[in-house]
Antibody, heavy 115, light 107 residues
């Protein structure tokens, strides 16, 4: 098992909601900046959202207003609440973490949205 | 927003060649720059972070350099298993933007 483990990906219908989780190992100390990235089939990597060390949140224009990034420090877990899902949100979603002078990257979870 | 531009978009080189991929940022930023390798059908693999720090387990023929706005990934001696698409990414000051990728093939 890696430093970051994503879960929550599923097959859902357009318009539905989904919550992704990313659990960080105890080796990632403190309150690191974390991010979600996605890759649609056959496409490049696309940044989706980030949360800073201080809790400020940021979103790509493609998802702004439809997703919410959050974290539970006590559970070392990052979340991405995705609402009003669209077919074009179909992708593998990865989480990443910047902290302690290092950078960590997960193995991804697949979200498939059908019409 | 800072844009990341990679060049070339693709390259073909012989086994044993030295290969260089460039990533240029539209503005200066702290050296939170990562390089990824993605083989067909596989998850992206983190090769280098902090512009020049080799991720554990990555072969030493890979190296990263640069600062400010210009960064470079070098493969000192291209091997058949290095066929992949390579991406750079800044991971500081949202958006944590990616370059468009460089496809590396064997000649």
């Amino acid at each position: 098992e890696g430093d970051l483990v994503e879960s929550g990906g599923d097959l859902v219908q357009a318009g539905e909601s989904l919550r992704l989780s990313c659990r960080a190992s105890t080796f990632i100390f403190g309150n690191p900046a974390m991010s979600w990235v996605r890759q649609a089939p056959g496409k490049g990597l696309e940044w989706v959202s980030a949360i800073s060390e201080g809790g400020a949140t940021y979103y790509a224009d493609s998802v702004k207003g439809r997703v919410i990034i959050s974290r539970d420090v006590s559970k070392s877990t990052l979340y991405l609440q995705m609402n009003s899902l669209r077919v074009e949100d179909t992708a593998v979603y990865y989480c990443a973490s910047r902290g302690g002078g290092k950078y960590y990257w997960g193995q991804g979870t697949l979200v498939t949205v059908y019409s | 927003d800072i844009q990341m531009t990679q060049s070339p978009s693709s390259l073909s080189a012989s086994v044993g060649d030295r290969v260089t991929i460039t990533c240029r940022a539209s503005q200066d930023f702290d050296d939170f720059l990562a390089w990824f390798q993605q083989k067909p059908g596989k998850t992206p693999k983190l090769l280098i972070y902090a512009a020049s720090t080799l991720q554990s387990g990555v072969p030493s023929r890979f190296s990263g350099s640069g600062s400010g706005t210009d960064f470079t990934l070098t493969i000192s001696s291209l091997q058949p298993e290095d066929v992949a698409t390579y991406y750079c990414q800044k991971y500081y000051h949202a958006p944590w933007a990616f370059g468009q990728g460089t496809k590396v093939e064997i000649k």
